[in-house]
Nanobody, 126 residues
Framework: QVQLVESGGGLVQAGDSLRLSCAASGGTFSRYVMGWFRQGPGKEREFVASITWNTGTTYYADSAKGRFTISRDYVKNTVFLQMNSLKPEDSAVYYC???????????????????WGQGTQVTVSS
């Protein structure tokens, strides 16, 4: 059974950085796309970034481009989201997700992902 466990959230000030981690277990992740999504109060869950495990191909939401970087550690089976220049509007619960890679998959669609972590809270004060 695939399990995803996020960590690294917290309370920071605008302009600060955070690195989120997602420890993955129970699957052969070389076949997966790993995604980060976030959900703020009263908002829908939105795509942040994704990485195809075996190729390293990344994709970012416009709001994340230039500030966030997604990466993975093969040995530790961990996916990271480095977030720089944080803004108050980045405040949300951040979720790690996974789905088996296939041709034509639309990585921004949350409903396509099969596995989700419990989420980690990120709060950015102004």
């Amino acid at each position: 059974q695939v399990q995803l466990v996020e960590s690294g959230g917290g309370l920071v000030q605008a302009g600060d950085s955070l690195r989120l981690s997602c420890a993955a277990s129970g699957g052969t992740f070389s076949r997966y796309v790993m995604g980060w999504f976030r959900q703020g109060p009263g908002k829908e869950r939105e795509f942040v970034a994704s990485i195809t495990w075996n190729t390293g191909t990344t994709y970012y939401a416009d709001s994340a481009k230039g500030r966030f970087t997604i990466s993975r550690d093969y040995v530790k089976n961990t996916v990271f989201l480095q977030m720089n220049s944080l803004k108050p509007e980045d405040s949300a619960v951040y979720y790690c997700s996974a789905v088996q890679s296939r041709v034509g998959i639309i990585v921004t669609r949350a409903f396509l992902y099969d596995y989700w972590g419990q989420g980690t809270q990120v709060t950015v004060s102004s």
